[in-house]
């Protein structure tokens, strides 16, 4: 289980949207990293829209945080198929 679930947890309990998520890892030797979202963690974040900035690590540099739309990291989300039950925004 990933250490994200409680702050979606959190937010669920709360009726709070998600607007930005971010997954930090400390290396043995203090550097920090930067991890982007894994699947589950997508579809948690998914059910708070399109919108929702998610940090993914830089390509040269993973200690460099680079923030993109959750649609932009999740093209194909697969509830587009159910338009009527989706946020709008992942069918535009």
């Known amino acids: 289980?990933?250490?994200?679930?409680?702050?979606?947890?959190?937010?669920?309990?709360?009726?709070?949207?998600?607007?930005?998520?971010?997954c930090l890892h400390r290396e043995p030797g203090g550097r920090t990293v930067?991890?982007?979202?894994?699947?589950?963690c997508r579809e948690r974040l998914a059910v708070h829209g399109p919108k929702v900035l998610?940090?993914?690590?830089?390509?040269?540099d993973?200690?460099?945080?680079?923030?993109?739309?959750?649609?932009?990291?999740?093209?194909?989300?697969w509830m587009t198929a159910f338009p009527d039950e989706t946020d709008p925004g992942w069918t535009v």
Do not use: F, N
Not at 11 to 19: G, M, N, S, T
Not at 62 to 77: E, F, G, I, Q, T
């Open 34 to 40: 930067v991890l982007s979202p894994c699947g589950v």
């Open 62 to 77: 993973p200690a460099v945080v680079v923030w993109k739309l959750l649609r932009d990291v999740l093209p194909d989300y």
């Open 1 to 22: 289980m990933c250490h994200e679930t409680e702050p979606y947890c959190g937010a669920y309990r709360l009726d709070q949207r998600i607007v930005a998520s971010v």
């Open 54 to 60: 998610v940090a993914v690590a830089d390509r040269e």
